[in-house]
């Protein structure tokens, strides 16, 4: 299962079969139950993580009420706010939604690899221009898109995240009570079949 993200990284950058190994050597993994945390709000992070298997919603409580921000399936990094150099706390939790595997990354070994090898400090800025990119997408949705846009897009992204998530969670990330995302999945799904009448 570690292979994935070798294979991840190779995508990034071609790896030689030493870096490789580098990498394998360096990888330390952890599994986490159904419901388990990963990080509460107000706690100091400590580690970023790679999901090799399961999923994990990242939301805050406003006003007394859960509002889901993200989800993160296989082949995606969780990084905590402010990362791992700056030690702020926590304003938001991340929780295991399934079963998950995942790749745990600290300060330490994030330097040590730096140190041994600088490609592997290249491919971590070039992970984290796309990770700020993605964010800044995510949160220009908000402003400019619709329930239904943000319902569609999060679906283009992670076709089978109905079948692995509730959908009052769902509900929540595009900001709408679970019965207008049900009134939204309808018009979507009469919408397709006029399409294809």
Known sequence: M????????????SLTIEEADAIRQSIVTSSHHKGEYLLKEGEIPTACYFVL???????????????????????QWIIPPGGLMVQVQSDRFFQCLEDTVLVIGNAEREQAMYQNNRKFETIARMILEQLVHERQKLQ??????TPEQRYEKLIAANPDLMQRVPLYQIASYIGVKPESLSRIRKRITDKSRNNNA
């Open 2 to 13: 570690e292979e994935k993200l070798i294979d991840y990284f190779s995508k990034i950058m």
């Open 53 to 75: 298997k399961g999923c994990v919603r990242e939301y805050y409580i406003i006003e007394g009420e859960e509002r889901t921000s993200n989800f993160f399936t296989e082949d």
């Open 140 to 145: 220009a949705g908000y402003v400019t898109d």
